[in-house]
Each structure stands twice: as C-alpha cells, then as structure tokens.
C-alpha cells in the first residue's frame, strides 16, 4: 500500500520522531510512503515526495518538520476540496496519516466521511485535543517555560519587580499551569477562568507585605481579565480556520500591574520558542509511540480513528470525538 504522510497546523516538537516511526515500522509490512507537503496545501498541488528509510534516518531529535506544514484548509473551496479528491487518486494513496491539532485532524474527520482512508495523530504543544491524555509536543513547551521561569526568577528578585511571562495555549491553560506549577509561579492565569485585576494585583502586593517583594504572574495568551471580557487579540486577521493571533495579555498586565500597586513590572512573551526546537526524552517516546500505533492501524484497517494516549497507553478512538 502506499501511505501519504502529512503534517498540519503549528509545527510541534517530534512531528519528525512520528514520521520516522510510521515509516521505519510500515517498512515491515511492504508499505511505501509519500510524504505530503505543507500540510493539506500539498494535497491541493500535488505537491509530494517519496520517504525512504534513509530520508526518516536520524530525525528523531530534529524540530520542525522535514514535510513542511501550514494552516490550509482544502475544505474552504469546492475546487480545493476536488484538487485533493483527485490528487488522492492519482497518486493512488491507499491511507493517510495526518499527524494535527483540532483543525488538521477535523479536516482529515470530514475527508473519512467522504470515503478517504485517514487516521489521525495528535499533535500540538497546546495539549487542548479532547480523548488523548497528552499530545507530543506539550512537554516540550512545558520544558521550555519552565527553563525561562528559572532565569527569569533570578532577575525578577534582583530587581525587585513584577515579571508577567505571557505563554502560548491559544484558549487552553495547560502550558500556563504545567509551565508556572513547574517553574514556581506566584500566579496562574489561564482563558478558562476569566480574572480580576486587583485581585492579582492584591495578591502581589501581600506577597510584598510578608517580605517577599517580587512576583511572577505566568499568563497563558488566551487569559484576559473579567473587566475587558473577550481574549485581546493583536490583529482582526483570521487564519483559514477562523482563528484569531491572540497576543498582548503580558503587555497589558505588566501595565496595569505597575499602575496600581507601583511596583516595577516587566513582561517577558515567550512566543514561538515553545514550539521550536528539539522534542525532550518524554516526546521523543510519546511520538514513536504515535508514529508505531498509527502504521499498525493502517494495517488493521482502523481508519476514520486517531491514536491517542489514555492512562499511559496507546489506544484509538474515532476522530469524531
Ligand atoms: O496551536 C499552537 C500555537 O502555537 C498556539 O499556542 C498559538 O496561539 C498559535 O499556534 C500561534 O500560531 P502561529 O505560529 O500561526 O503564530
């Protein structure tokens, strides 16, 4: 069988380390890969290449992803949406594995019900996928914010300021928990619990009283306060999916921070260096695992399904939920 490869969305640390194992496992079994380039926009040109066992070689530490990704959506067109039915056939892919988050894997959910054989892997460092316990990449970015909290710390209690680190989740809070519970924060905010200004700002301000005169306030980008009552945004610009660039809440509380307890305030965004990179130890395996589960479910005919992670094991489940 031949099996198209493909990878959507926000790159993710170990979208290669599942490449590599679908292929090197699916070796085993005759298949042939293609790799599908940039995401579904690769689908609509026809634009593919070949993956041997010597182009998966050494990729497991590697970030990005050698196929190229992007946020296309072929089922904003009915021309596009035709371009992939077609390029489908022609290059005779029995399956594809499409390695996502939400929007990647609730194209690849409409593509099954067309009739085209895919099988999902979650990917995205945000952690929001329903039905998995984590996603690969999540670590990574956990591991990253929690590296910057323990420099930023130093600084910030040299200083004597407040440090607001704004962190990337787009409407979930996992990074800014499993980030700020690691690294030591003083305060959490995250999108699904809207908050109160002076109640951070109180909070700062005891933590002065009891002789501790420094804060870090660890914001998931996605977090705003009760009083503004919608996500701040750095432009009205949507991608292909309707999503909004969310950004600036780090910005904002810094601000507002000094205002009103005036007490010196920094923001620090950590941005896209959550997600590029090499994956950690935990990735690396959670990905193989992926990459070895997805192959294995192309064998067995298991399409219209994602491997997901549930209480330490891998296990499918529909790509509807
Ligand atoms: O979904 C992953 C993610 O990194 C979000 O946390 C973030 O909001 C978004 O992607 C940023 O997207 P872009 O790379 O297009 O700026």
């Known amino acids: ?191 699904e619990k809207p908050f109160d200004v002076d109640e951070v700002c109180g909070y700062i301000m005891q933590r002065k009283a009891r002789g501790k005169k420094f804060s870090l306030v660890v914001a998931a980008e996605g977090a705003y306060p009760k009083q503004v009552g919608g996500m701040i945004t750095k432009d009205k610009e949507l991608d292909a999916f309707g999503h909004a660039k969310l950004g600036g809440v780090g910005d904002f509380l810094a601000r507002e921070i000094e205002a009103r307890t005036k007490q010196e305030s920094r923001f620090v965004v950590l941005g896209h260096l959550q997600r590029g990179g090499t994956p950690t130890a935990y990735d690396r395996v959670l990905a193989t695992r992926y990459g070895v589960h997805a192959i294995e479910m192309v064998k067995d005919g298991k399409f219209g399904r994602m491997a997901a992670l549930q209480v330490n094991k891998i296990v499918d489940v529909s790509l509807d939920e």
Not at 77 to 82: F, G
Request: negative net charge; aromatic residues 6%; glycine residues 14%.
């Open 1 to 191: 069988m031949n099996v198209g490869i493909l990878t959507g969305g926000g790159d993710c640390p170990g979208l290669n380390a599942v490449i590599r194992a679908i292929v090197k496992r699916g070796l085993q079994f005759d298949y042939e890969f293609t790799g599908i380039r940039d995401g579904w926009r690769g689908l609509i040109n026809g634009d593919t290449q070949k993956l041997t066992r010597n182009d998966v070689s050494g990729l497991l530490p590697l970030g990005g992803t050698v196929l190229g990704t992007s946020r296309t959506n072929p089922l904003k067109s009915e021309k596009d949406t035709k371009a992939v039915m077609d390029n489908i056939k022609k290059l005779g892919l029995g399956a594809i594995i499409c390695i996502g988050g939400d929007d990647t894997l609730g194209v690849a959910s409409k593509l099954f019900d067309m009739g085209v054989n895919t099988i999902g892997v979650p990917k995205t460092i945000d952690n929001d996928l329903s039905a998995t316990d984590f996603t690969f990449g999540f670590d990574t970015a956990v591991s990253v914010v929690t590296w910057a909290l323990d420099r930023l710390h130093s600084t910030t209690e040299a200083h004597q300021r407040v440090m607001v680190v704004e962190v990337m989740g787009r409407h979930a809070g996992w990074i800014a928990v499993y980030g700020g519970i690691a690294g030591g924060a003083d305060v959490i905010l995250i999108p």
